[in-house]
């Protein structure tokens, strides 16, 4: 097989599932998975997301009577301190966190594996990722997240509802308004999709545990859910 | 009259309404009017879009295979030139040009009068824009553009269509969404819009033809629109 | 009373007692009194450690394997944190973090009120504040910690030991050598205390609890622990 | 064929032939050659010149009285455009314009292809060229622009003017000197010669319209003028 | 007297005359005629060169087979190491030496008193102080050199010579081609004199011993020799 | 014979052992060697001290007034010019010194060869390389310096002084303390030796005199001293 290059969004849960908290024994597994990746010569851009340690910080941001913007600004640092603790985790990898999509593209050429966290206030790390997506061309981009991927409606309220193996960017929309209507945490907001629905990069949303998910997606074998665009002049 | 924190956003096709030209008439008035607020000590951000120069290269990064992510840098780097004219026109402004709301809060306190472009691809400069006001908490953000305000509906369509004076976030969501459908450039994106509905920022959006628009705008003279949001605590 | 340059060290418990989590009724009395010092036009440096979440992050980096330097790197990541923190509570103080002593030249001529955390591996916030004071010749540097002071010996194990009104660089070094033997955690690392014997800045070491205690270090009111030095020149 | 490294000088002319507009054709077949010079393993530094839109933004900034050192960073700024649509139209490309030669030297060792425009107001893009190959110690130095090569005289006043092969650096001085008095716009500017004259850097002027002359420049086929140096100790 | 935008280029000869040494005496009187600037509250840009120190480390690396490109980056890195002590000397300058033109842009609006070496290979710092003056659209620049003023020929080999008081730049520019020819160090290079040229500002060459004669020239007392340049406009 | 990843620190004695002067017969001799390693496949990074050029400098500073603190920054410039030269001498290393262990990490991915001088005030450039050593994991650090290795007491007063071929590392901080009594200039700092400590990191002390011993020194033939640590959990 030959090499590819990958986005890797892995959501806050899945490594801070507690304030102040890391879950080494996830990162394990998924240092493990993606030393896998990296054996097999892939060229990698992993997001990570802040978690309940940037939660709490925000929460008490907020106490403290800081803006929106500045509590945005502590959950991003909190996010690139988890990039840091999987880039030192990662052997090979850029041990700098590049702090916008500009500054990326400076090392991207010249580092196999780079990882980064959030970039700028009012956007969240699944727009990070499918920035960094878009700028490097990635044959794939995989959003690891803490549910098995995308349903037809709320899964925890709605017993009948269904995974969908394959998903039209459109349906997708479509279910995103119907599901931030029931006040669930949203896995893609408007801005992620509008850039994904211009730029049509191959995405799959995974459940991040077990990390052998993130392998699956990788390699094209089913898991979770991938989202599929309209075809270009019936190509 | 006390100092005030402005963000102002001039349109791009007021700076550059042909490709390759810049209006040096309107630009000339410009300076004279941001001098006049310089003079009256208020700080200034203001963030200049690409106009006809960007839409003409994005034209030729089209013809050239480039993806919508390069077209969008090639853009902001237009918008950036932009703002370098403004700069060197108006003394006593820093003469660099941060690239990122980040970069800007270095320069922020010791420099009373900066001049930014575009920040990231996937975003408008008006989002840049309402960052900026959002990261120095502005007293007023004006988006100066060519239309007199926000209108019921498109006035170049629709007879009937009337300017609001003051419009709420929520109407004016509704209205964008509406003027879309039918395919006219909307003054703010959907990203814009909710970091300015988070943040509750002062913002009025007028014709930046003639300047003294911007001035009224200021000094709180009636004239475009005002966006208003729903009150905090009955207050 | 004329405006002094300070150098104020924060410790990390104070701001974060627990991993995770931030004292925010603390940071809320510590702003006051810094809007105290800002208001009186001192100019301040403020040094923040990672206190209790740099600590278990550096705890879970352990278990993952991660070299010593790599850990150190982690807790300044947090430190920067909880600079940030800080920075966005304090008006009018620079809304970025310099990562060393050179990045701070850079501003601290023109931002009258600078937050900082860690600066490098293998480095305590100790000697960060230290480096900090002695670079911009501060008049002086306080010691913000979760003890009432320097004592003779270990308060908490000899209930002889005795609060020091006032203690000489000579022997605070041997009562840290003593201390360190007992396996409590120093105030003072060796590089703190060997920049300090050059520089002869003036130094005070009191508890940060309640921050009123800052205040009257600031305008010579008698608190905590003075270290002094040999005279110069019998001056 | 052994690789080599290469600076290849763009003239702004040759790809923004009118303000505002660039010349997409043209761009698409100077892409293919470039390619060709990556397939066959060069390394390349390549300087983009910011022709009729840098000269037509420096007419209004003229207008607006800017001075002369802030005409030229407008002309920088458009060369800086030019050189990032060039990178991104490259596959392989450095993602970055490095703004001065030290900048440069930080990507050089670590990207294969680099693009960057001006440096630096005083300055020609021939000058950035020149600076560049005596950074790299570049095996060849290529000016491609829109004559075919130096020329005894000003062909289009002289028609006796006779295309040289090969001349010394000294008579294209005395060349210059003269072309001067005429009022055209010299190839060389005294800078870019005298940097030229102590490196003795192989160069040689090719029009840039076919790219193919590029191509031949590089392997040593006879196009253009060649510039020649004194011999060195007899060698 | 109100205050003035000053650039000031101290000789590397008169700062460091032996290769190693600095001459501390002289450094400590210049120290005071600019700290009694500071006073009067003119701002200043001062460049420094790299003297005997360059001198000798160049040769050294002439020896190494360094090119002439990587001496002149030695010769400029000796000159910020000067420019870095005169920095620590001067009580209120900024303790960081820009790199470029482009950098220092982002400093001179915060700071009052910058010191800066050389820029770029194959560029004096003469030239360095000319853009500089440019940039900020200095009232005055002033070449501490350690000759009297410019002559009409060279006066240690022509008993004839005499100094002017004031010299129009084309003579000023013929006298150096003459003595260039006699092998002398020139005052100007032909890159400073043409930007000083197309700017016009005013240019006095003082000898820097004492630096007295660098507070005369401010003052606007007769020293040295002052550059004139044609009317504009018969003004 | 597999690569290693390798730090060598130049004792600035070597490499300037008079003031505004260079050894350049020894730095030839150095370079021969470190384009050995580099053709081995070896990667280094090299850390060059200041040496007596730095030591006139400092003195100047202290006769100027200048703080310890600023006295420390120009020894710093002093060994980072001491880099650029050997930066420039060797072919394939990054023409760039970083300034911090942090900047270091930009670039140790994409280049096999850096150098760099001190890195922050308070610290010397063993500690530096010792820093360096840790944050890459090397594989050795060799301590190029003028003395054959470590003694059991200062030969240049006890004849019965004796080389040690192996030297436990709490030995050597005891003969440290010692020899510092005795007012000689210790090889390692108190914060070298604690990081070294904490790291384990294999370090071999040479005569880098001549450099032939560095290469012994990483080829495992005996030479100079060998500091080894306490075994872990008996392994």
Do not use: W
């Not at 959003?143 to 995974?163: C, F, K």
């Amino acid at each position: 097989m030959y090499s590819l290059k990958l986005v890797l969004k892995i959501s806050g849960h899945l490594l801070s599932p507690k304030a102040g908290a890391l879950d080494v024994c996830y990162i394990k597994e998924l240092v493990k998975a993606l030393k896998q990746l990296v054996k097999e010569r892939h060229r990698l851009i992993v997001v990570t997301g802040g978690g309940e340690t940037a939660r709490e910080y925000i929460r008490a941001g907020e106490k403290l009577g800081l803006t929106e913007y500045h509590k945005d600004r502590i959950g991003i640092s909190v996010s690139r301190l988890h990039a840091l603790v999987l880039a030192f985790s990662l052997p090979g990898s850029l041990k700098h966190i590049p702090h916008s999509v500009e500054e990326l593209e400076r090392y991207v050429k010249a580092n196999k594996v780079i990882v980064v966290g959030g970039f700028e206030p009012g956007q969240s790390t699944t727009t990070v990722a499918v920035l960094c997506a878009e700028a490097v061309n990635a044959d794939k981009l995989i959003i690891a997240t803490n549910v098995d991927g995308i349903y037809t409606s709320d899964p925890r309220r709605d017993p009948s509802a269904r995974l969908l193996e394959k998903v039209h960017v459109d349906e997708l929309e479509r279910i995103l308004t119907l599901s931030q209507l029931a006040g669930t945490y949203p896995l893609f907001d408007r801005l992620s999709l509008s850039i994904l629905k211009r730029s049509r990069i191959r995405t799959i949303v995974v459940n991040g545990k077990p990390p052998e998910n993130i392998l699956k997606a990788v390699q094209g074998v089913k898991v979770g859910s991938e989202i599929v665009f309209k075809s270009r002049c019936n190509n």
